[in-house]
């Protein structure tokens, strides 16, 4: 059974840090195009960046462009999201699971089968 386990999260001040780290046990990992997506209350759960197998391409939506940088150590299963720049509007559940990027859009799949806990990050004004 896939687990995915994200951490990291928390209580920041607007212009703040924080770096989430997911982690995927009982599935090959470094096959699979990875992503983070976010949902805030109210709103639909929307893609944030995604990282191909490799590490050698990488994207992001719009909004946390320039800001956040998504990164992964096959070696560990484990991909991360380092948020620099953070804003009131960042403020959400941050889950992570595989990708794929269709057209320039991250779409998350099924291959894993389920979603983590997510991670709860809160950017305070």
């Keep these: 059974q896939v687990q995915l386990v994200e951490s990291g999260g ?3 001040q607007a212009g703040g840090s924080l770096r989430l780290s997911c982690t995927v046990s009982g599935r090959t990992f470094s096959s699979y195009t990875m992503g983070w997506f976010r949902q805030a209350p109210g709103k639909e759960r929307e893609p ?3 990282i191909i197998w490799s590490g050698g391409s990488t994207y992001y939506a719009d909004s946390v462009k320039g800001r956040f940088t ?3 150590d ?8 380092q948020m620099n720049g953070l804003k009131v509007e960042d403020t959400a559940v941050y889950y992570c699971n595989a990708a794929k990027v269709v057209a320039g859009q991250i779409l998350p799949t099924s291959i894993f089968g389920s979603w983590g806990q997510g991670a709860q990050v809160t950017v305070s004004s």
């Design 48 to 50: 944030v960046a995604a």
């Design 74 to 81: 096959n070696v560990k299963n484990t991909v991360y999201l």
């Design 70 to 72: 998504i990164s992964r």
């Design 10 to 12: 928390g209580l920041v």
